[in-house]
């Protein structure tokens, strides 16, 4: 166990279900009081919230109605906590605006600097091509990874593209997935099978999800014995494009938009799916996909996030390339044709889960992240 009870560590992102009084995210980040002394969280939102504390965990709302007033706010804040609390070591969610104000921190203030990189956005042009600001934010992380005294990421993919793409030490990258809580599904599902093929994805309706690509490669399927439907559990800015594609593809009366599910009924979701997809860009990590795992089935994924190193491909998951919208669609109907190769994928992802961390080993994980400076 790490020796780190006299530590203090400020948090800094923009997470805004942490600021949501008892709320899952809260609670997750209550529990790494238990990581030191004291754990300072700052969250940047337009909201003006009092300060919440919950036994040694302090959380702050930085407020402003505009990019730029957050910035600026959030960088006074934070400089106030850091004198009145002595704090050793500042932690930014993203290597983006928040890592920023963390390396003006440690040069002004002399505190210790981690970042955490939760996404993949690095391995390939993807997410750097999709707006332009994507771009000004990749020359921030070249700048502000470098100057970090420590790197937290979530999979050996990302470790890989930041060796590769910024030349960060190896030494100084410490890989942590996040924990993988499968508690809230412990009860039995409702199966919901019918003479219906059910495809099923749960994910933000964001362009780097990719959901265009399952909504074509479902529309591309070979007619068969099974009437086969896809089902999108999720919400996001790209919904209304995503049903316009929908009808435009006339697979609309096949195609159910379900909106963002709690636990329970996400569960009977999963129970009652034949197939699994991720069609995604990119992925940090991909917990819809250990989810759906969880549940034994069978997945087709690009290979992305957990692919590879969670998940075998071939074996545990059918695997192509970002963006192969042919061979995705060739995968999809491999599982719709073969109910041997369902239950294997299925069975496999199944035992595949027994790799994943636990919570202790996790949190040890976080520790070394944070502490290793």
């Known amino acids: 166990m790490l020796k780190c009870n006299n530590m203090k560590i400020l948090l800094l992102g923009g997470d805004e279900k942490v600021l949501e ?122 700048f502000v990874l470098k100057k970090a005294d420590s790197v937290r990421v979530v999979s050996e993919r990302i470790k890989k593209s930041l060796v ?30 019918s003479g219906q093929f059910v495809f099923l994805t749960v994910s933000r309706f964001t362009k780097e999800k990719n959901l265009p690509m399952a909504l074509r490669a479902f529309a591309r399927l070979r007619k068969n014995d099974k009437e086969a439907v896809l089902r999108i559990a999720g919400e996001g800015p790209e919904r209304k494009n995503l049903e316009n594609l929908a009808k435009k593809l006339r697979v609309q009366e096949r195609v159910q938009f379900l909106g963002w599910l709690d636990k329970e009924k996400l569960a009977a979701q999963y129970g ?58 060739a995968a999809m109907q491999r599982v719709l044709d073969d109910e041997a190769l369902r239950a294997n994928l299925g069975r496999n992802a199944k035992l595949a889960l027994s790799g994943l961390p636990t919570r202790g080993q996790t949190m040890e994980l976080y520790k070394k992240a944070w502490f290793i400076v």
């Open 21 to 142: 009084s008892g709320g899952a995210s809260q609670q997750r980040m209550a529990s790494y009081g238990s990581l030191a002394e004291q754990i300072h969280i700052l969250i940047f939102s337009g909201k003006q919230l009092p300060l919440q504390q919950i036994g040694n965990v302090f959380i702050y709302s930085s407020t402003g109605n505009w990019r730029l007033a957050h910035f600026f706010k959030a960088c006074f804040l934070a400089k106030k906590i850091i004198i009145r609390n002595h704090i050793d070591v500042i932690s930014t969610q993203d290597p983006f605006e928040s890592a920023l104000i963390g390396w003006w921190q440690k040069k002004t203030r002399r505190v210790k600097l981690n970042v955490q990189v939760h996404g993949d956005f690095f391995s390939e042009d993807y997410w750097k091509k999709q707006r332009w600001f994507n771009f000004v934010r990749y020359h921030e992380a070249a």
């Open 164 to 193: 590769n793409k910024f030349k960060v030490p190896a030494k100084k990258i410490i890989v942590a997935p996040i924990y993988s809580d499968f508690s809230g599904f412990n009860k039995e599902p409702p199966q919901q099978k």
């Open 272 to 329: 009652g799916a034949d197939c699994f997809l991720l069609p995604s860009d990119f992925e940090g990590w991909g917990l819809a996909a250990l989810e759906a795992a969880f549940f034994g089935l069978a997945i087709v994924m690009t290979n992305v996030g957990i692919c590879g190193e969670i998940l075998r491909p071939g074996s545990d998951v059918l695997s192509v390339a970002p963006r192969d919208e042919g061979g995705f669609t």
